[in-house]
């Protein structure tokens, strides 16, 4: 057979894959859809210069060009999304007056990145996005519903612990104020700098500290700050010991116990001990994007840091900034699900065993009588079920071994003298039990 | 507001839009997976070299371009696919020795056409595709259950009546045959002027076929034939009398009389009649794809022909080609879901009316109370409801402005003495009947 060469940074799942793949594409969305978003699509690609205006990189932007465009402009100004807030800013800024705000959206589609041909570094992947955008003003109320949607997301996946942390860049802007930083590119920077903590030893933090003149000591203090590990009550409190040093801190503090203090409500009784114990207040994360300006967020399964966040976003202040001069404030996160369902596929916390949708296969022992297959498959459609009906003509073996492979978790098997009882025998290709069922009243079967 | 320029044939949906068409999506996806269709899912992108292969025209093709490659090749081989079939040849052939045959998948994801920009005319549009690829063979039974899948897709979408119209390529190919055609040009020469019957008027017809070589009076006789506008016994009564004239005849008539025979037992008994009245054996259609080799399927809304076919597909004997030596056959059908549902809505044949698809608005009169309605909702999300809490302050009638605007079928009010006696009343948007329930027990509620 000719060779096919994969196209490298393009993930493809086969079925089994696909399947684990959509179901918790499914899960994400229902989470989404309780909560009141709404679906929102926009087309794969965007205008260059929309792209470039918001600082995306040209060299991770994949263009289009037409193949033979015969002296046209051959769509060269049109380029694949990058990700999902460029088309969020200019899709409410273009149909900002047929849309009802706050506008509370969902929307879970590719995004493409030019990136080098690399092992684990993917060209195309899915984002899945929530954000509520604010015409003129956005409560902090949705603030704190973020973390509750993070919460029954990963709560009903079932993939362990995780904690959802939660900081205000406010209160990371108050701090660098209170050690002397003033300038906007300076507080950038110590921003970056604490965005890198886990990634670079301590004294090379201390050190990109120090180099906006910052003191040693304010330096020590402001690292044992990000680095604290305790208790909420116990952040909280040590913050508070700064009330009234600066306006900015002070806010933040105040954000972030509404959130904290309200975020729990959001979830229902019976969870929300857990809950608490998911979520934690963590000054050393900021996010690296720019645009945040009050609540951050950021989650990690706890026995696999090293996946890194699985779930991140944020507060801004202003969503559309070259679309449109209306003030449009948000909140938002974003989950990166292509690669996260790999990961979590390798790493065994989500099965992808099965390559079928379906709930049961009618396997035909006599092809002459297969119609009478056919309307045993009918009824069992008609109560809701999933069913496939075995066309070729193999022998009987061959089919549940085909069901095996497939991984359906049940078999209708009937032979002549069956059919003419008007019974079949339903099996669990799990435990291997088989029982007698009358046809015409199979909905009781599952 | 600065002017955004929409990108013309890349259609974009506002909320109410969007809806509507996530719920067609939904539908066809649930039918698809009913019969035991898998998912499928492939990169945006296939080689170049892969699509201008199969045929695709240059012209009509959207590559990519890194808008900063610096020396490297910028992925200039790569383009977005064109179809939903060269993915699957693809795929199919790539992953072989990885996949289950029959090998039932369905893949409802976007392609590109680079069509001059045109009002009407999409340059990204969905395709809904279900195929059965056989690994050698592939049993007749795949056909004669695909009429069933359409019928209850479409009879679910409640669009109307409609008409599934089935012929065989072997028949035309037989009956072409019969008059004195016999190379492959001439043969697909007049496939094409069967696919062309309603766009020309009659006589053009009748010219184009004779410049075949085929006598007048049997132009007249095939046209006469594709116009048979009988009962499927009529029509069968007269393909019979030509049985043993030609021997890829009498194979397509066969095969179209086992689809038509079988088809039906794939649905349940009370729909069957129904069903019967949606099946038409129609001599006139041949679908315009070269690959087709067997029976051949469209679907016309009866009291909107001039949508044309909303479904069309058939039977090919050879999905791989280029990919692969195996002989790989195959059957399935395609839905243009884009276009489909902007008609419907136009048409007034799927309401697009709300733009929500949560089921209930928890209003807030007392904000310092925010919590007690946050645990309201959170009581009618854990019963599987779609629940969204009014977050901004403002007046209860601003509130309910925005249910209604939204679409919300139900929303609740409590006021500070409802709460405090542990009610809510919950108001139907639409009757505006209100009744009160007690909290801790609104599981009854819906």
Known sequence: MPKINPISGF?????????????AMGLVKSVYESFGFIPMETPVVERV????????????????RRLAAEGEDGDKDLALRFDLTVPLARYVSQHYGKLTFPYRRYHMEPVWRGER?????????????????????????????????????????????????????????G???????????????AINVVDDLEKVPAEVTKERLMKLNISDAHAEELMSIFGIAESNEAVFAMLKGKAGENELLDEGVAELEYVLNTAKSFIEKEEQTVFANSFKIDLGIARGLDYYTGTVYETKLNAHPNIGSICSGGRYDDLAGTFSNKKLPGVGISIGLSRLVVVLI??????????????????????????????????????????????????????????????????????????????????DMVSGEEKLLPVGDLSTLF
Do not use: W
């Not at 929309?50 to 932007?61: D, Q």
């Open 346 to 427: 390798e790493a065994g916390l989500i099965p992808a065993e099965e390559s079928t949708t379906a709930d049961v296969l009618v396997t035909v022992q006599n092809p002459d009588k297969y119609t009478d297959y056919l309307n045993i498959a009918a009824e069992l459609r008609s109560t809701g079920l999933n069913v496939e009906v075995f066309a070729e003509q193999k022998k009987l073996q061959a089919q549940l071994k085909y069901a095996n492979k497939k991984g359906f978790p049940k078999v209708i098997i009937a032979n002549d003298d069956e059919l003419e009882k008007g019974l079949v025998k339903l099996k």
């Open 49 to 64: 210069e929309h792209m470039l205006a918001k600082g995306i990189s040209a060299k991770e932007v994949y263009g289009l």
């Open 117 to 173: 041909a690399q092992k684990g570094r993917y060209r195309q992947f899915y984002q899945c996005d929530i954000d509520v955008i604010g015409d003129g003003s956005l409560s902090l109320n949705h603030d704190a519903e973020i973390p509750a949607i993070i919460f029954q997301i990963f709560r009903k996946m079932e993939i362990g612990d995780f904690t959802i942390r939660i900081n205000n860049r406010k209160v990371l802007q």
């Open 175 to 189: 701090l660098f104020a209170n050690v002397g930083l003033s300038s906007d590119a300076d507080i950038k920077a």
């Open 11 to 23: 993930p493809e799942l086969l079925p089994n894959q696909q399947i684990a793949f959509q179901k």
